[in-house]
Structure formats: structure tokens, C-alpha cells
């Protein structure tokens, strides 16, 4: 099966930049959708496509995607992004299989 | 507008069968090229995706509860319901149905929007 590998945790001071990463084999060749969830909230859409940006995310979120790593980038880190992320595949090298990253928690400090 | 909600038992037994229902506004699965799946969240983990269905009766499960997933489709109702058998006290969790949305198949499309959720615990 499809593996999507993200680190635990990531930390940034306000106003920096922060990159979250996903891995898996070949991931380039993938389209790679991207979700924020806060404490007690569903997910919602931040990034799709490995770089579209729906209608009301801020141009602060970007994604990019190539070889083995897709990432999140967040610029000028609010505290209001303080929020778990998690990446999103599709697997269809044997059957349609949804694969979501382990999620980062992204600390403001 | 497109809406989600899921609807459901907030507790079940160990070995018991759940059923849940996500009831949607704002577009038809009858519809060429509409998907919608179920994702769970076990308390403080990760998202994991369980099934999909499409517009054309096509479905799909995740690999590793494939023998325990049925999802399926009222199109009349505007619903899509999922039953999960043998139910374990592992599968306690946040339940999620969303619609998919994509520029040409279902699987390599994404969430959007989200249900707000419904909370199950399996427990005797």
C-alpha cells in the first residue's frame, strides 16, 4: 500500500515561513490535495491539485510537488494557523485507494 | 451551497454493526462525475479514508476493511450510507463524510466540503 510520510510536528515564529512536507515513493507523479484541521473542526480544502488554492485561502498558502516530496508553505505564519495538517493521495495502482499523511501539527510560536 | 451532515448512533456494543448516514444539499449523486466518501478520525490520530462511492454505482473501500464496509446510495433522499460490521472498541472515532470534487475522476480529486462529523464509540 501507499505510504505518506509527514513529520510530527513543526514549529515557526510568526511572520516567518513554514514548510510541511509529504513523502511517498514517487509522489510527483501524484496529485497531492492538502487540509487543515483545527482543534474540534472538520478538515478543510487549503491546497489542491499539489498547488491550487481554493476561493478564501489566503495567497500565504502555496504547495508544491516533485520527486519525492510534496510541501505545504505557509508564509507570514499567523497564529490563526496554528492547526493540524494533513496531505491527501489517490492510490490506484491496483484498486482506488484514499491515502492521507500521518498530519504535522504546526506549533506558532 | 453544498452541505454534508452525518447521522448516527453515538454509541454501539462490541461486535454490534453501524450504520450511518450522510445526508447532503447543494448537489445531486445522480449526477455524471459526482463522488462522495466516508473518512474516519480516531481521537487525537490521523484522518483515514474508508469508501467511496460515485454517480454511477462504482465503489470503493479501503483495502485493510474491505470485509467489514458497505457503502451505498439514495439518490431520492440525497443520501449516502455506510454500515460497518463487528464493530471494535479500535474504531471509536470521529466519522466524516465528503463530497469529491475533481477535474476529471474521482480519484485523484479532493474533499471539499467536509461534514462536520459525528463521534462513535463502541464500548459495552
Known amino acids: 500500500s501507499y505510504v505518506l510520510t509527514q513529520p510530527p510536528s513543526v514549529s515557526v515564529a510568526p511572520g516567518k515561513t513554514a514548510r510541511i512536507t509529504c513523502g511517498g515513493n514517487n509522489i510527483g507523479s501524484k496529485s497531492v490535495h492538502w487540509y487543515q484541521q483545527k482543534p474540534g473542526q472538520a478538515p478543510v480544502l487549503v491546497i489542491y491539485?499539489?498547488?491550487d488554492r481554493p476561493s478564501g485561502i489566503p495567497e500565504r498558502f502555496s504547495g508544491s510537488n516533485s520527486g519525492n516530496t510534496a510541501t505545504l508553505t505557509i508564509s507570514r505564519v499567523e497564529a490563526g494557523d496554528e492547526a493540524d495538517y494533513y496531505c491527501?493521495?489517490?492510490?490506484?495502482?491496483?484498486?482506488?485507494?484514499?491515502?492521507f499523511g500521518g498530519g504535522t501539527k504546526l506549533t506558532v510560536l | 451551497q453544498v452541505t454534508l451532515r452525518e447521522s448516527g448512533p453515538a454509541l454501539v456494543k462490541p461486535t454490534q454493526t453501524l450504520t450511518l448516514t450522510c445526508t447532503f444539499s447543494?448537489?445531486?449523486?445522480?449526477?455524471?462525475?459526482?463522488?462522495v466518501s466516508w473518512v474516519r478520525q480516531p481521537p487525537g490520530k490521523a484522518l483515514e479514508w474508508l469508501a467511496l462511492i460515485d454517480w454511477d454505482d462504482d465503489k470503493y473501500y479501503s483495502t485493510s476493511l474491505k470485509t467489514r464496509l458497505t457503502i451505498s446510495k439514495d439518490t431520492s433522499k440525497n443520501q449516502v450510507v455506510l454500515t460497518m460490521t463487528n464493530m471494535d472498541p479500535v474504531d471509536t472515532a470521529t466519522y466524516y463524510c465528503a463530497r469529491i470534487r475533481h477535474g476529471g475522476s474521482c480519484y485523484s480529486g479532493w474533499f471539499d466540503p467536509w461534514g462536520q462529523g459525528t463521534l462513535v464509540t463502541v464500548s459495552s
Open positions: 491539485y499539489d498547488s
Open positions: 491527501q493521495v489517490w492510490d490506484s495502482s491496483s484498486d482506488h485507494q484514499g491515502v
Open positions: 447543494g448537489f445531486s449523486l445522480s449526477t455524471s462525475g459526482m463522488c
